[in-house]
């Protein structure tokens, strides 16, 4: 109990103290964007590459990541068949609705959360991994083929590949995944100043996901409303469920429940919104679903960290 309130405290106070540097405005307007390149550009591929290269194989390559996909997976679906069967909603609004039911923040709030609550913030590595070399780029196809009427799905799937190898936090986390799989020993040269810099990624993320909080307003769209709802309401409730029996299953005992539970307990990723922006489509839609996930997370999260670490 005293660890996880202590893990929510580190993790609320950085969020709040974000918070309030957006509101009083310390930093200037350009602050959220100079620290989103900072972390993702400098400070998580050093993060990444730090827990993995120490990071358990067993851990990695457990059944945590398939129970962690499979629960993505079936909102994934759940969502699909809703808005494009029942609701008419076009393709593109469909893999965004869908996104923001399964796609986690398994970053800026799944790193901290990893390592403050359940212990190591390897735990949310594999799912960063799979969400970034696996769904993006298949997403990233489905929507640049729905944009441009199906000519160009196979090509900008050739781009998304070439996209995802080049980003910063998939080769810091292959160097880290090398690093532990060669069981190679760093000397103190080379592994306290990537430990350095892997320090500040967390709080720094923390610090900018606050910042990012303020000014937001959501559901004044009468339109995508039920859309926004059903996305949230998968992506809060039933993903916990849905890991914590897929976790039945596979037979995982109790921490590792606890891991996997609390992972799908993470509200939808910014990338969502990003994706929305960059294709013109579902951009309300995606907004909402990430702001109302991550206020709602918090008492999910907590529900499940009492619960399941018991």
Known sequence: MIGVLTGFAVVGLAIVTGY?????DLLGEHARYVLSRLTFF????FLLFSVLA?????LLFSALLPVSVLAAASMFLVYGLIARLVWKRSAGATVLGALGAGYVNANNIGIPISTYLLGNGAYSAPVILVQLLVITPVVLAVLDAVSSGGAAGWRELGRALRRTLRNPMIIGAALGVLVAVLDIDLPPLVS????????????VLLLSFGMSLYGQRVLTTRASRPDVLLATGLKLLAMPVAAWAIGLLFQLDAHAMLVVVVLASLPSAQNVFNYAQRYGVGE???????????FGCVP??????LLFGA
Request: aromatic share 4%; net charge negative; hydrophobic share 65%.
């Open 300 to 305: 999910v999260v907590f529900g499940a960290a």
């Open 20 to 24: 309030v540097v957006a509101r009083i």
């Open 42 to 45: 400098v400070l998580n591929p």
């Open 192 to 203: 306290e100043p990537i430990d350095l810099l892997a320090g500040a990624a967390v709080p």
């Open 284 to 294: 309300v839609l995606a907004r909402d679903v990430v702001f109302l996930t991550t």
């Open 54 to 58: 120490d990071a358990d194989l067993n």
